[in-house]
């Protein structure tokens, strides 16, 4: 992503990065100054990030925080997490779940949703089971708010397609726009 923005304008900077295979929304700078001023917003929690997966498996609770130890391998030692999840569908022993990661950490999410015994559909990594082995990573960036200059900005991905079509063929309910965006408004 880093290269493609790059390619652009050599002004551009990401200013926070997704798993590989995560889809949904990134931030990108149009210069070195607003960068700084994100990174600082990102450092000091300031902007909300929302994440959906679909996951096999359905959480004991369906609302909770998750404060977690995950080892750090680049300097040998464990990294404390914080991540807050609603469940807003289930069937099938498949649960759409909603992710809020306080904490910043590579890998997060997948090492949260292994713990709660939910693999993320997909996550050839973090996973206790092979039933969904071939399908693309469930994991989406969905939403981001933040303020920025006295204004509120709210922005929402949409999923993408390879999502799409896995819930039609297992026949696995979506909610609609208006639905996940009362969700989110109450998580």
Avoid at 1 to 20: A, M, P
Avoid at 94 to 117: A, C, D, E, W
Avoid at 168 to 187: G, Q, R, W
Wanted: with cysteine; aromatic share 12%; net charge positive.
């Amino acid at each position: 992503i880093n290269d493609i923005i790059k390619y652009i304008s050599n002004d551009y900077n990401l200013v926070h990065r997704l798993d590989k295979d995560t889809s949904g929304l990134l931030i990108i700078a149009k210069n070195y100054k607003t960068a700084r001023v994100f990174s600082k917003l990102f450092k000091e929690h300031k902007i909300e990030k929302t994440y959906l997966a679909i996951c096999q498996g359905v959480p004991k609770n369906l609302s909770s925080i998750v404060n977690l130890d995950i080892s750090n391998k680049k300097n040998d030692r464990n990294l404390e997490t914080v991540t807050k999840y609603k469940v807003i569908n289930k069937s099938k022993n498949l649960s759409l779940i909603f992710y809020k990661p306080i904490t910043g950490r590579m890998h997060q999410l997948r090492i949260v949703s292994n713990y709660l015994n939910c693999p993320i559909i997909g996550d050839s990594k973090y996973r206790n089971n092979i039933k969904y082995l071939n399908e693309k990573l469930k994991l989406n960036a969905f939403s981001l708010k933040f303020i920025y200059k006295n204004y509120q900005y709210e922005f929402n991905s949409v999923l993408p397609e390879h999502v799409l079509k896995f819930t039609k063929k297992i026949n696995f309910v979506i909610p609609s726009e208006k639905k996940i965006n009362d969700l989110l408004n109450t998580f």
